[in-house]
């Protein structure tokens, strides 16, 4: 049960996206954080999110070979390409075997669990990834040649990763900066400043 208004590290409310209870940094799918919250229009939304600060993957290797890539696609092809997947097909697992595209994708198959398996009511789940807009390295390097032929047009991580699933909506990057200036915005003061304070000491947003 989520005890907090955000639970990190998380892997399922039951079971993780592998099977059985899971744990952190043990063959198992996790999130940084997740929040669950209600939107204006009345809907039972989860955040799943995922941070990156200083991260780049710039020669990323293709992980889908060996006895570790037969291991990946035992784990991950029927989930992804269920008929519940958020992924639209265009796309094969295979593409996708390259990070930061290998996280994503399974962070997307964690909230289709979540959908799937009704967890704290939602109806809608999100992956959002966090990261620095002057962190380029990371946002504008697309490290599968097959992304990169398939959508030439894309330049962003986030815009191959949009490309590939059928409510592009359901996955967004934003940065640190973004975030913390929303929950100025929206909050001011009060019984946040003192953690608004700290951000703006320590990050300068």
Same mark, same amino acid.
């Given at each position: ?41 009345? #809907? ?9 600060? #200083? ?14 890539? #037969? ?19 265009? #796309? ?114």
């Amino acid at each position: 049960t989520v005890s907090s208004p955000v639970e990190f590290e998380w892997v399922g409310a039951e079971s993780c996206l592998e099977g059985g209870p899971g744990t952190r940094g043990a063959n198992t799918t996790s999130a940084d954080a997740l929040m669950v919250g209600v939107t204006d229009t009345g #809907v039972r939304r989860a955040y799943v999110f995922e941070w990156k600060y #200083v991260e780049e993957y710039v020669g990323a290797e293709y992980l889908g070979a060996g006895k570790s890539g #037969v291991t990946r696609r035992r784990r991950y092809s029927d989930l992804y390409s269920a008929a519940g997947s958020r992924f639209n097909g265009i #796309v094969s697992l295979d593409e996708l075997l390259y990070e930061p595209f290998y996280q994503i994708m399974r962070l997307c198959l964690l909230a289709d669990k979540m959908l799937r398996d009704k967890e704290f009511g939602v109806i809608e789940a999100k992956v959002v990834v966090v990261c620095p807009e002057g962190n380029i390295a990371y946002r504008e390097t697309i490290t599968s040649p097959a992304l990169k032929t398939r959508f030439p047009a894309a330049t962003t991580v986030g815009q191959a990763i949009k490309s590939s699933l059928r409510a592009p909506e359901c996955f967004t990057m934003t940065s640190p900066e973004a975030l913390v200036t929303a929950v100025r915005q929206n909050h001011g003061a009060g019984e946040l400043s003192e953690w608004l304070g700290y951000q703006s000491e320590r990050y300068g947003y």
